[in-house]
């Protein structure tokens, strides 16, 4: 199996950036505008041509957030993990986005979107608001 690993310092309290990776309304102001919840949590991209679903299946306050992808053609049983640790005020977020089958060029291309997606989350949680990646219609900005 393969995994996409990142880490970066963000300049807020680990308890400013949980709110953002750990619910849909934070998930929904630096990833995807495009968000419905009803139980499972779902990120249109695309005008909804393509639909993650995701299920939050571990949440340890404010250290980490586990998401289960439960669908999409490639990230069906893949797993998106943050983990926070407080770094003398600041947070240090380790992301893993695990369990790929293999080593796609869809993987490669998401290894990218993942890293401009963590600058977002960062200039989100240090107040700087870029809002989400991908707009209303699910189309990258």
Not at 34 to 47: K, S
Request: glycine share 8%; proline share 4%.
């Amino acid at each position: 199996m393969a995994d996409i690993k990142l880490a970066i310092v963000i300049d807020a309290a680990p308890e400013k950036v949980y709110p953002l990776i750990a619910t849909a309304r934070g998930l929904s102001q630096w990833w995807a505008a495009d968000m419905t919840e009803a139980g499972d949590v779902e990120l249109g991209f695309f005008r909804r041509a393509t639909v993650y679903r995701l299920q939050l299946v571990r949440a340890v306050e404010p250290r980490e957030a586990e998401w289960q992808c439960v669908s999409g053609q490639e990230w069906n049983g893949t797993r998106l993990v943050f983990e926070l640790k407080d770094d003398k005020g600041k947070a240090l977020l380790r992301f893993r986005h695990a369990d790929w089958k293999s080593e796609t060029d869809y993987f490669v291309m998401c290894t990218a979107t993942w890293g401009e997606l963590m600058y977002r989350l960062k200039a989100t949680a240090e107040g700087k608001s870029p809002g989400p990646l991908f707009s209303a219609d699910g189309l990258a900005y």
